[in-house]
Nanobody
């Protein structure tokens, strides 16, 4: 089993930055695609970003491209999401997830490609 724990969320102002962390425990996730999703109040969960097991390939949602950066440190079994130039539309609960393989393809934009999910961390951006 894999346990994922997100941290780093909080209340910030528009234009600020935050870095989220997702620490994995139990079995290693070094050989898995890792992803970040978010869910705003009253909306469906949506894809944010994903990274291959090597860290060499990344995908982003159009809404965050150029502002968010996903990265991973396999030595620490941890994935990060650096979020710059935040705006109120980024307000949501952010979840990290561990994929069912290590090779990043477009299917990892979708929930069913992930085996494990964290509990989420709240990010609130005030205007």
């Amino acid at each position: 089993q894999v346990q994922l724990a997100e941290s780093g969320g909080g209340l910030v102002q528009a234009g600020d930055s935050l870095r989220l962390s997702c620490a994995a425990s139990g079995r290693t996730v070094n050989n898995r695609v890792m992803g970040w999703f978010r869910q705003a109040l009253g909306k469906e969960r949506e894809f944010v970003a994903a990274i291959s097991w090597t860290g060499s390939i990344t995908y982003y949602a159009d809404s965050v491209k150029g502002r968010f950066t996903i990265s991973r440190d396999n030595a620490k079994n941890t994935v990060y999401l650096l979020m710059n130039t935040l705006n109120p539309e980024d307000t949501a609960v952010y979840y990290c997830a561990a994929g069912d393989s290590g090779y990043l393809t477009s299917r990892y934009r979708l929930d069913p490609s992930y085996d494990y999910w964290g509990q989420g961390t709240q990010v609130t951006v005030s205007s």
